[in-house]
């Protein structure tokens, strides 16, 4: 038999690792042999006739008998011949049959082993000591070993040490007992690198039932493991995540039976995990329905965030802020519902007592408020009366007074006026504290409001040896700013700057655009400074730094009440200072731009404020209940020629005077007995008699809130107490 009738043992393994008949690979084999062996007896057959031919031309001269038992042999070998032609023909047949089969088998057998050679799967066939027989391609690809490195080689050349030795004997045991194992290994590639493989292992056997050889079948699974190794991080990390959270985190099933509850949970609840998971989540809730409905609102809408009320395993009842997620599998089904909630219980307790302190101090601020404008109004009346006589004792040219008896007045009208300036102060840090301070917010020309308080306040810089240096840029620089807050605010600086600097000391005021596109106004001074520790105090209310040891009068709230009005324009302000060189404000405004002016008919003006023209000769009509003030007002007018007053204490009989006298202009307190000044004002302007004479309010309710109220009402003017006697005179001269 050749050798190419012979399968070798590498193309066997490979057909039996794919599952071939074992039989019919034998019955082949077998096949070949019987064409083999009749193919021989055909050649001897053909021998023995043409040796018997031979021997028949050689007795052809021999004895009937011979020839008839010659003729009867022939027939045997004849009959013989025949039956081998036809046994031959069979074998004919059966081997084109069998070759046929052959062929096809082999085909198959290319073709499947072609499909090993070109599997995305490693094969590997050992013997049954483990010495490797066979790879392909994909080994050499996933491990990097070559064919000849494997060939003969045992697999532990890939082992990696991280499977355990209990493994490799489970291994073992299970394919020399002839079954299947299946597992995954972690194995090393020939650069060191280390890979895991899903892994198939069977064993073969021969025609005694003895194991042969064994083939291993494995796929790569190291991106797997990978993503798996991702995955479980994720879920240790969102585990560790729920379990630590301080918020309880609780999420249900389709069905709503609880299948998370976390620590936070277990300790709100009071239930522990176990007593509650696969329950209904209904068990958590108090007695609202509309929360029951949570679910279903949530999955509606794919989210829900509000507040529930729940209950604990006590029966006790709690608020809870509780936000959902809708969670969904990996094809986008709903799955259930995750819910994440705090017991805000305490908070609400504390909106509650907020919202109840928040009342209190409202009233508290509104009783502050009264009170505040009450004391005004009450310091306010008697002020008036010391500060306008003193007014009059100090500027009366037909009773001079004597230089000690000025020096004297001027003290009293020094306190008064300090006394006075607290009030206001005091009373503007009221309103900005309970927010009812206005600010008219418009565009400023900055220079012209510094040109115009740097002149109002020289005087008091003179009187102090103090000189103010103006480098102001009149170059348009415009603010949004409060323009009599404003002014407001940089007199307040100067003062200070003038108050707390040396003899012939200097100040220096300017402005300048700032890199965040900012106006910025300084005030630079050359006084004792103030000490950097201390400076975050300059603004408290009161706290006038140790100034009082320097003989410095002063409120302790005007830097307070600076900054307040600084902020409520939008603006910051800014303080530097070093001991014994000075100390520099800087007040930082929005820019600006320069507004449309419009012409104004004067005319209109004065229509629309109905105030009278002058007359050589006026009547005034004074309602007052207050003897000194009205005494004061008589007093002062006594010395304008031309004037002629008329007074009373109430306000009915003013009313009277006035329809009968018809007065040229009317002053009048707006606090009067019986009847206000603003009720009367309402009678005035509603009887024709009346109603076009001009009425000035003359009050010690000098809040802005009072002075905007009486302007609204329809005073033409509000001349707040005490009365500065130039001003009054001013508008008594506009009449």
């Known amino acids: 038999m050749n050798s190419d009738d012979t399968l070798s043992t590498g193309t066997r393994h490979i057909l039996e690792a794919q599952g071939i008949n074992k039989e019919l690979i034998e019955k082949t ?55 081998l032609k036809a046994t031959q023909e069979q074998l004919r047949k059966n081997n084109e049959e069998l070759e046929t089969r052959v062929n096809e088998r082999t085909a198959e057998i290319l073709k499947l082993s072609h499909t090993i050679e070109q599997s995305p799967s490693v094969v590997l066939i050992t013997d049954t000591e483990g010495n490797i027989e066979y790879v392909n391609p994909r080994f050499t690809k996933i491990t990097g070993y070559t064919f000849e490195d494997a060939i003969g080689q045992n697999p532990r050349i890939l082992k990696s040490g991280k499977n355990t030795d209990e493994e490799y004997k489970q291994l073992w045991d299970t394919i020399m007992s002839g079954n299947e194992w299946r ?73 709503r039976n609880i299948v998370t509850f976390n620590p936070a949970a277990e300790k709100t609840f009071g239930y522990k995990k176990e007593e509650v998971l696969g329950k209904h989540v209904g068990i958590l809730y108090g007695k609202k329905p509309q929360d029951l409905q949570i679910y279903e609102v949530a999955i509606k809408s794919s989210e829900y965030e509000g507040e529930v009320i729940n209950r604990r395993k006590d029966g006790s009842e709690f608020v809870s802020q509780l936000s959902t997620t809708v ?11 995750m819910g994440i909630s705090r017991d805000i219980t305490e908070r609400k307790n504390n909106e509650i007592k907020l919202l109840a302190a928040m009342e209190e101090a409202k009233s508290a601020n509104e009783a502050k408020s009264t009170f505040l404008s009450s004391m005004s109004h009450e310091i306010r009346t008697p002020m008036n009366s010391i500060l306008g006589f003193a007014q009059l004792l100090i500027s009366n040219p037909q009773e001079p007074l004597a230089e000690s008896q000025k020096e004297k007045v001027n003290h009293i009208l020094d306190s008064g006026h300090l006394l006075l300036k607290l009030i206001n102060e005091i009373l503007d840090l009221s309103s900005i504290e309970s927010g009812k301070l206005q600010i008219s917010m418009e565009s400023v020309d900055a220079a012209s409001v510094i040109d115009e308080v740097i002149a109002s306040v020289d005087p008091m810089g003179q009187n102090h040896k103090i000189h103010i240096i103006n480098s102001v840029e009149h170059s348009g620089q415009f603010v949004m700013a409060d323009y009599t807050r404003l002014k407001q605010v940089l007199i307040n600086l100067l003062s200070n700057a003038i108050k707390y600097n040396r003899v012939n000391g200097t100040i220096t005021v300017w402005n300048e655009l700032t890199e965040a596109n900012k106006i910025r106004i300084a005030v630079e001074d050359t006084g004792l400074g103030i000490a950097k520790e201390r400076l975050e105090s300059l603004f408290e209310p009161f706290n006038r730094l140790g100034a009082e040891t320097l003989n410095k009068e002063g409120t302790g709230i005007g830097l307070t009440i600076t900054k307040r009005l600084v902020e409520l324009m939008g603006g910051s302000i800014h303080v530097d200072s070093v001991i014994g060189k000075g100390t520099k404000f800087y007040v930082d405004l929005e820019k600006a731009k320069a507004p449309s002016f419009k012409t104004v008919n004067t005319k209109d003006v004065l229509d629309g404020s109905k105030l009278l023209e002058k007359k050589e000769k006026k009547t005034l009509l004074y309602i007052e209940n207050n003897p000194a003030n009205l005494k004061l007002v008589e007093s002062i007018l006594k010395c304008q020629p031309g004037i002629d007053l008329l007074s009373t204490t109430q306000a009915q009989v003013g009313i009277t005077i006035a329809r009968v006298q018809q007065p040229d202009a009317i002053l009048m307190d707006t606090n009067l007995p019986g009847m206000d000044g603003f009720e009367a004002l309402r009678i005035l302007k509603s009887v024709d008699a009346t109603k076009e004479i001009p009425v000035i309010a003359i009050s010690a309710n000098a809040m802005s809130e009072d002075i905007k109220r009486g302007k609204a009402c329809g005073f033409v003017d509000y001349i707040t107490k005490p009365i500065n006697i130039n001003e009054f005179l001013e508008v008594i001269d506009g009449i």
């Open 29 to 83: 084999l077998e096949m070949r042999a019987m064409a083999y062996i009749a193919n021989i007896k055909s050649n001897l057959l053909t021998d023995t006739i043409f040796k018997t031919d031979s021997c028949k031309k050689g007795l052809d001269i021999a004895p009937l008998d011979l020839e008839k038992k010659v003729d009867s042999r022939t027939r045997e070998l004849q009959i013989a011949v025949e039956t």
């Open 183 to 255: 597992g995954e290994l972690c194995n090393k590639k020939k650069n060191g690198e280390l890979y895991w493989e899903s892994v198939s292992i069977s064993s073969f056997k021969n025609r005694e039932g003895l194991i042969s050889s064994f083939i291993a079948v494995t796929e790569d699974i190291t991106e797997r493991k990978s993503a798996e190794e991702k995955l479980r991080y994720a879920r240790g990390y969102s585990d560790s995540l729920i379990n630590s959270s301080l918020d309880m985190i609780i999420s249900v099933d389709k069905e």
């Open 327 to 337: 969670l969904y599998d990996p094809d986008g089904d709903i799955i259930g519902l």
